[in-house]
């Protein structure tokens, strides 16, 4: 399994992987094409390949020069429960090593919570309509003593 950097020419692949949350209160997901263009643009994001095979996608943001904000991990249904999530979580915080700051925000019933607490992010603070979606969220951040 590798990430592999998205360009615009991913959009569609991405509006794909991303349209596969649509109804989940959980996940803040893009929907256009717009709105995926500028997440390329402004995000750094990977696709998620197991051989020949596109499983998902991961982001993260550089907030400044000590700060990373992971701004998303979706693995398609089909691939989900088959340690991908995990895996990719892996290849990025390598990734991120050199950041003193980790976090990400997540809806506190989302499975992926325990993915995240499992790599040693603890909940920071909880936010009420963090989106604007009518759903709270937690801000996980990894203390810098388990970043290495």
Do not use: C, W
């Not at 020069?65 to 290849?91: C, T, Y």
């Not at 050199?98 to 993915?115: C, I, Q």
């Not at 790599?119 to 990894?142: A, H, L, Q, T, Y």
Request: no cysteine; net charge negative.
């Amino acid at each position: 399994m590798k990430l592999e950097r998205a360009t615009v020419s991913d959009i569609q692949t991405l509006l794909e992987i991303e349209k596969t949350t649509i109804g989940l209160k959980l996940y803040s997901g893009y929907f256009n094409e717009k709105e995926v263009e500028e997440y390329v643009k402004n995000s750094i994001v990977y696709l998620i390949k197991n051989d020949d095979d596109i499983v998902g996608s991961i982001s993260y943001d550089v907030i400044d020069a000590n700060h990373a904000d992971i701004s998303g991990l979706v693995i398609k249904p089909e691939f989900q429960k088959q340690g991908f999530g995990r895996k990719a979580m892996e290849l990025l915080l390598e990734k991120l090593k050199d950041y003193k700051k980790l976090s990400l925000v997540v809806h506190p019933d989302n499975h992926a919570r325990k993915l995240y607490e499992s790599f040693g992010f603890i909940i920071e603070s909880r936010k009420e309509n963090f989106f604007g979606d009518g759903e709270p969220r937690i801000v996980m951040v990894k203390p810098s003593s388990t970043l290495n």
